[in-house]
């Protein structure tokens, strides 16, 4: 069984910062892409942030970049995002997502539960 476990929300202000993780568990054989994604009140999930989790490839939102950086523990299948300069439209429930996650019972996809990121003086 495989679980993506996020942590590191709650509130912040404006200007401030944080640090989400990920934690992935499970029979693990390999994974291809993990990323972040976000989605506020009233509004779609939108990719945040992604990296190819052998080469360290990233990719951000035209949103977030320069103030969000991912990053990944190859060994520890974790995954993270420091998030800075932090502006109240960041305001949202933060998703950890895996793409195509290797195990013995095969390759799919996987989404945790969510964290909720909240930027209010």
């Known amino acids: 069984q495989v679980q993506l476990v996020e942590s590191g929300g709650g509130l912040a202000q404006p200007g401030g910062s944080l640090r989400l993780s990920c934690a992935v568990s499970?029979?693990?054989?390999?994974?291809?892409?993990m990323g972040w994604y976000r989605q506020a009140p009233g509004k779609q999930r939108e990719l945040v942030a992604t990296?190819?989790?052998?080469?360290?490839?990233?990719d951000y939102s035209d949103s977030v970049k320069d103030r969000f950086t991912i990053s990944r523990d190859h060994a520890n299948n974790t995954v993270y995002l420091q998030m800075n300069s932090l502006k109240p439209e960041d305001t949202a429930r933060y998703y950890c997502?895996?793409?195509?996650?290797?195990?013995?019972?095969?390759?799919?996809?996987?989404w945790g539960q969510g964290t909720q990121v909240t930027v209010s003086s």
């Open positions: 997502h895996g793409e195509k996650i290797a195990t013995m019972t095969g390759v799919k996809d996987y």
């Open positions: 499970g029979s693990i054989i390999s994974i291809r892409v």
């Open positions: 990296i190819v989790t052998r080469s360290g490839n990233t």
